[in-house]
């Protein structure tokens, strides 16, 4: 193709010339221009083609342009990136218009029909070298754009070693971000290690059904804060050893949560923060069988160059005032959380933990509309803990290392990771998908 398209320039060479200046004119036009400034339209107006279930007001509220204030290109770009990301709009963009002498923007919404809600998929596979292996496997949906406010069903259903069945509904109770509602009904099916005073473990499995109520407040798209009322029962059994307590139970809590979320990807982030604080108070005013104030916090940084990215977290809980029961201990333990032991293998009263991962990019960064990042990592973690149940000595110390594989899909992330803890525990791991 390049000798035909040569060949016809230079057949054009004559008409080309009589465009062309002298060198000292072409230097003189060049300095002229970078000295040109194009002024920014002052918007006046915005007019919303709204082509959705979804209120005008909760449209409007996510385009921060003020009018009567120049156009924000860069502003302007980020909050239409945020209103697509969504995924509620199979398009939504925004022109500039001029009206009687004035400018606005034109904005063009437009609702999926294809794909709106989302149906997710999890799996989990481990096995150590003692032959024990654990499974589970998960399934999520979630519904969109229920109402004019952007309402969502979140539902998740996990069966396997661990049983979880949960249903949200978030109910936005003011245009834009701002006040929510969040009722939630679940049940839960999990086992609990808890060690003696004897050097020996007992394992216990819980059963508990809870129903809660939630008010929150989102202050933008990176925190969330939010306090709640949870009420429930349950049943702990004895599955070896001697210690502890089993039977029924109560629970009856009011907590408090807050998000901070900047993170660029769940899975594999490449920049961005993330900090997660929960306190719950059990108090047998609310029903509940004891009172006890548990607290836990985890901090998450990513930074990248280059090819290579590197995560750092920290985190750890305790209980402020009373004992954890034993199906409210903290636990640890799998992949990323001390590899080499069982997921949730560990559990104690009082931990510190600490994890670094690191990853570098396999693959290039593709020009089509999607990607698949692959990438290559090893991971060292540490956690502080409880020697014994009842001590609050935190005389415990854990290790867990991995190496890994891992690929962002775009249905879900995968890792196949081989994992080594203290003690010469070892285990491999594949995951697909969200982790329950």
Do not use: C
């Not at 060479?13 to 003189?28: C, I, K, N, V, W």
């Not at 029924?248 to 979320?261: E, H, K, T, V």
């Not at 998450?300 to 201990?329: C, E, F, I, K, M």
Request: no cysteine.
């Amino acid at each position: 193709m390049i000798p035909p398209g040569e060949a016809a320039a230079r057949a054009l060479e004559p008409q080309l010339r009589a465009l062309s200046l002298d060198a000292p004119t072409y230097l003189a036009h060049i300095e002229t221009r970078g000295r040109e400034t194009v002024e920014a339209p002052v918007i006046q107006f915005i007019d919303l083609d709204n082509r959705t279930k979804l209120a005008d007001r909760r449209l409007l509220a996510g385009i921060r342009q003020e009018l009567g204030k120049p156009l924000d290109v860069k502003q302007i770009e980020e909050d239409f990136t945020q209103l697509y990301g969504s995924g509620l709009f199979e398009q939504i963009d925004y022109s500039l218009a001029d009206r009687n002498g004035q400018s606005g923007l034109v904005v063009v919404a437009t609702e999926k029909t294809w794909a709106k809600d989302y149906f997710r998929l999890g799996l989990a596979l481990e096995s150590d070298v003692d032959g024990e292996s654990t499974y589970m496997l998960g399934f999520g949906l979630t519904l969109t754009a229920l109402n004019s406010f952007g309402a969502e069903s979140r539902n998740e259903v996990a069966i396997g070693d661990t049983q979880r069945l949960t249903s949200q509904f978030y109910q936005p109770l003011q245009p834009g971000t701002g006040f929510y509602a969040l009722p939630s009904v679940s049940y839960t099916r999990t086992d609990v290690r808890v060690n003696g005073t004897d050097g020996t473990a007992s394992d216990f499995r819980t059963y508990r059904g809870e129903v809660s109520a939630n008010v929150g407040y989102e202050w933008g798209t990176a925190l969330d804060t939010r306090v709640g009322l949870r009420f429930g029962l349950g049943e702990t059994d004895r599955l070896t050893g001697s210690g502890g307590s089993t039977g029924s139970f109560n629970i009856g809590s009011a907590d408090a949560r807050l998000i901070y979320d900047t993170l660029d990807n769940v899975s594999f982030p490449n920049d961005g923060n993330l900090i997660r604080a929960n306190i719950g108070a059990s108090q047998t005013a609310l029903g509940a069988d004891s009172n006890y104030t548990k607290f836990d916090v985890a901090a998450v940084h990513a930074l990248t160059w280059d090819a290579n990215t590197l995560v750092v977290s920290a985190g750890g809980g305790t209980a402020l005032s009373g004992q954890l029961p034993t199906y409210d201990r903290l636990q640890v333990g799998g992949l990323f959380n001390l590899s080499g032991y069982a997921r949730n293998e560990l559990s104690t009263e009082n931990l510190l933990r600490g994890n670094l991962i690191y990853m570098r990019r396999l693959s290039k960064r593709s020009p089509l509309f999607f990607d698949l990042p692959l990438y290559a990592g090893a991971s060292f973690e540490t956690a502080r803990l409880d020697s014994s149940a009842g001590q609050d000595d935190m005389a415990r110390s854990a290790y867990g290392s991995s190496a890994f594989l891992g690929a962002d899909t775009p249905l879900g992330a995968g890792y196949l990771a081989l994992g080594r803890g203290d003690g010469g525990r070892t285990a491999g791991y594949l995951y697909f998908g969200k982790l329950f």
